[in-house]
Nanobody
Framework: QVQLVESGGGLVQAGGSLRLSCAAS????????MGWFRQAPGKERAFVSA????????SYADSVKGRFTISRDNAKNTVYLQMNSLKPEDTAVYYC??????????????????WGQGIQVTVSS
């Protein structure tokens, strides 16, 4: 099984930046797809970004493309989400997710079996 722990969230002003980290543990983890999802109050959990630790493919939601960057550090078993030019509408609880998935399903939250506890990101106007 996989354990995931997010860190790096907090409060930031609009236009600012934050970097989220997701520290992972578990066997054969480098072959897992990793995803970032977010959930605002009253909203469904939504796809943000994903990275394939085996093939290095990345994907981004249209709402964050050009502002967010997903990356990995296999030596540290850690996935990052660099968030720049933050907007108030980015405010949400951000979740890290992992699973062995076909790349075509990486944007679907119900496909992931392993989730972090979530971390709050608040962007003030």
């Amino acid at each position: 099984q996989v354990q995931l722990v997010e860190s790096g969230g907090g409060l930031v002003q609009a236009g600012g930046s934050l970097r989220l980290s997701c520290a992972a543990s578990g066997s054969t983890f480098s072959s897992y797809t990793m995803g970032w999802f977010r959930q605002a109050p009253g909203k469904e959990r939504a796809f943000v970004s994903a990275i394939d630790w085996s093939g290095g493919d990345t994907s981004y939601a249209d709402s964050v493309k050009g502002r967010f960057t997903i990356s990995r550090d296999n030596a540290k078993n850690t996935v990052y989400l660099q968030m720049n030019s933050l907007k108030p509408e980015d405010t949400a609880v951000y979740y890290c997710a992992a699973d062995y998935l076909p790349w075509t399903t990486a944007t679907v939250p119900t496909k992931y079996d392993y989730w972090g506890q979530g971390i709050q990101v608040t962007v003030s106007s």
